[in-house]
């Protein structure tokens, strides 16, 4: 086999080679953006939207006023449950999809991927019909008798979470189902042949050979819950409009666009600060077991 | 974008015709006066030149083959655009016209373009756009000369200003639009709004929908019943105190950020009344008897929409063509006869249907058309003053 120029090159000058696109791309994509928006949140908010400057009022902004803090604390709740949901339900549903075979797989995986093919502001006004006081929702309850009247389930905390479970939840089991294909079923079996019973030979073999799958699935339904723009607006509440909303609103009703980067990077830093720590804890637990 | 960049898909692509006659620029907006809607409409620019005895003199049909990006309010008065402004305008001058569905996004977008190349050569705007378009410089004066409609406008457009005397310096008023209040008649039968006090009402309290995007209107409603003047709440007053907790007192379903929102809530039925933008409740009236809505007595706060060349366009002069077609009264009239806005041309001819409460004299417009004064909201919005946030915690309970 005849190798191409780059790699005859051989050692180092080849490895220099090859990871270069990928190292302009991450430059690029996310280290240039980065440094702008933190550049951005030095600047001075006035005259707006922005003026060159080197200052942290906008930072001294975001912790003085107590609305900010509260609209933080009830994006961290809101991610915090919707990732809570699409690891308990996705898990199962991708275990189940892993476990299938033929039709049956490709029916389970249709499901997930079919509202991926749709736009997700289609999809979610979808929910809003499902979810109204005429919808088909409040007729099955009030038919079965679980209610007595309409129950109010859009505009609410409920309806913020479905709506963005509904969004996160295929990513988280695309990923989850990745890493599980990777696994061989025979490391199961032979737990088992040891005496581990069906829910320990998966606890011992399963779940820390696919602790990076979920650390990593975990990690973008909480990114959903933390950037949600579209679905706390649909189905939630004001109290559900979260960080995301608030830096779009800084940026485009407020014009003040330092105020928007500090946001930004708040939100940003949260979402760095729970991936970094549920990698740790999930993978650190998958490897000691 | 001039000139050069694709049409996009949502555009209405539209075969230029060969006009009868041609004449240059020059002559084409010294005629152009109030005509070129009757010149594509019956057939051919002689028309609208003065008669079929008059003889165009020039060599080139005006524009020919230029391209006007134009940012307007999307959704049906995007659509109303392309139906009503765009054919005849560009049967006439042989431009192409791209309508772009815009919202909040235009002065930002304008400001993220390159100085020379903006994604827009004519862009709409009403005071709250336009005053931050004058502090971003996204605009650039209007040269009147190329818009002789404009000597027929109602003397209220120019005389209401929105911010300091500027606007209508840097743009042409179109037509002034509102918010109204629309409910469900099947759902609230008894219920006959006269005022923005009956948002108060308890039969609508947890059924309510009131607008948060923009959320001086929901304030202007508080302030319209405690009687106060909306247009000018100034920070640190009583008066403004009142008007929030007026408005707390509200028991809101939906706190919406866009009209689509307002009127999918009230065709799902969790909603049963709402302060509405009149465009969305007006054509959901017109397709659904179910729904109605009325202009309240106090009158309603608006805003006129204004249309300004962008700077840094190599097409200003077909951005002032188009503006002055735009206050054309053939193609005015058509537009108000599928939309809400009051228009600015005299000579429009108000649809028979909607003649009671469109207003006829420049008095007329004094007395019910009511805008905010952005020389003193803009503060408010840009949470300099804390309106903004006192409003997203007494009143949003955020």
Known sequence: LKLGL?????????????LTPAVVLLVGVFAIPMVILVRMSL?????????????????????????????????????????????????????????????????????????????????????????????????????????????????TFFGAALGLTYVAMP???????????????????????????????????????????????????????????????????????????????????????????????????SMLLFIVLVTKAVVRRGSVE | MNGQGPRTGRVQRLEVQRLPGAIDRREFIRRAGGSLFAVSVGGGLLAACGGAEEKPTGTAVPFEGE???????????????????????????????????????IVDKIIAAPKDDPPFDLAIGEGYTQIYGLQSNAWTKINYDNVPNSKDLYSWFF????????????????????????????????????????????????????????????LGAAAFKLGYDPATLQVDTPELDQVLAETGKLDVALWYTSGA????????????????????????ATQDPTFDWVFPQEGAMGWVDYYMPVRGSKVKELAEAFA?????????????ANHYYWMSNQKYEIPSDKAQYFPTTDEELRQKAHMFDYDVWLPHFFDETGVYTRFSQEVLKR
Not at chain 1, 123 to 146: E, M
Not at chain 2, 74 to 85: K, N, Q, T, W
């Open chain 1, 6 to 18: 780059p790699l005859q090159l051989g050692g180092r000058r080849a490895s220099v080679l090859l």
């Open chain 1, 43 to 155: 600047n001075e908010s006035v005259p707006h939207p922005y003026s060159a400057g080197l200052t942290l009022d906008s930072y001294r902004r975001f912790l003085a006023e107590p609305l900010f803090q509260g609209i933080l604390w009830r994006t961290l709740r809101l991610a915090l449950t919707i990732t809570a949901i699409a690891v308990l339900f996705g898990a199962a549903y991708a275990y189940l999809m892993w476990r299938s075979k033929g039709r049956m797989r490709t029916f389970l995986l249709a499901i997930v991927l079919l509202p991926l093919f749709t736009n997700v502001i289609a999809r979610l006004y979808g929910w809003q019909i499902v979810l109204s006081g005429d919808g088909p929702l409040n007729d099955i309850l009030l038919k079965l008798g679980a209610i007595s009247e309409p129950v109010r389930f859009n505009f």
């Open chain 1, 171 to 269: 990513y988280f089991i695309l990923i989850f189902f990745s890493t599980l294909e990777g696994i061989d079923w025979a490391v199961v079996e032979v737990a088992r042949s040891l005496g581990a019973g069906r829910l320990r030979s998966l606890a011992e073999t399963v779940l820390p050979l696919s602790s990076p799958g979920l650390a990593a699935g975990i990690s973008v339904a909480f990114a959903w819950g933390m950037g949600a723009y579209a679905e706390p607006i649909v189905l939630g509440s004001p109290r559900e409009w979260g960080m995301g909303y608030e830096a779009w609103r800084t940026t485009v009703i407020g014009f003040n666009w330092p105020f928007a980067a500090v946001l930004s990077l708040v939100m940003i830093v």
């Open chain 2, 67 to 105: 391209e006007l990006n134009v940012a307007a309010w999307s959704g049906p008065y995007a659509r109303g655009f392309r139906e009503f402004f765009v054919p005849s305008f560009e049967q006439a001058t042989g431009a192409r016209v791209t309508i772009l569905d815009e919202w909040a996004e």
């Open chain 2, 159 to 218: 005389e209401a200003d929105q911010i300091d005397d500027e606007d209508d310096a840097y743009g042409v008023p179109f037509g002034y639009a509102y918010e109204v209040i629309g409910w469900n008649k099947e759902k609230l039968p008894g219920f006959q709004p006269t005022s923005w006090a009956d948002l108060w009402r308890p039969e609508v309290q947890g059924h309510l929908g009131m607008d948060a995007g923009f959320f001086n209107y929901a």
């Open chain 2, 261 to 284: 929102q307002s009127v999918a809530a009230l065709q799902a039925g969790d909603i049963d009344v709402a302060q509405m933008y009149i465009e969305d409740i007006g054509n959901l």
């Open chain 2, 324 to 336: 002055n077609h735009l206050l054309d009264p053939g193609a005015q009239t058509e537009f108000a």
